[in-house]
């Protein structure tokens, strides 16, 4: 059974980072891409971040790009997200997904939903002075 499971959510200052952590377990990770979205009530569900299988290729929305760094220790099936100079607007439910498919992915997943692959339950993410 494909089980994720997101950690490192928290309430953090404008400007402040967090790293969140998605370890994962009941399939191969090293062989699938993987991704994080976010959700909230306002914006709805907006992808963050697609991470090549082996790493290699990482993209971001325009919005967090040069903030926020995706990555992945395949040895521990893992998955990270790495958020510096945090805004309120990135206040939201934080979601690992894995690709439905192993070897290949999505660059941008800007069209994908939730019916999309397999997905966490979440953590809380809240930006606030």
């Known amino acids: 059974e494909v089980q994720l499971v997101e950690s490192g959510g928290g309430l953090v200052q404008p400007g402040g980072s967090l790293r969140l952590s998605c370890a994962t377990s009941g399939f191969t990770f090293s062989t699938y891409w993987m991704y994080w979205f976010r959700q909230t009530p306002g914006k709805g569900l907006e992808w963050v971040s697609s991470l090549a299988y082996n790493g290699g290729s990482e993209y971001y929305l325009d919005s967090v790009d040069g903030r926020f760094t995706a990555s992945r220790d395949n040895a521990k099936a893992t998955l990270y997200l790495q958020m510096n100079s945090l805004k309120p607007d990135d206040t939201a439910v934080y979601y690992c997904?894995?690709?439905?498919?192993?070897?290949?992915?999505?660059?941008?997943?800007?069209?994908?939903?939730?019916?999309?692959?397999?997905w966490g339950k979440g953590t809380q993410v809240t930006v606030s002075s």
């Open positions: 997904v894995r690709d439905p498919r192993p070897w290949v992915g999505y660059p941008n997943g800007r069209l994908l939903t939730r019916d999309f692959g397999d």
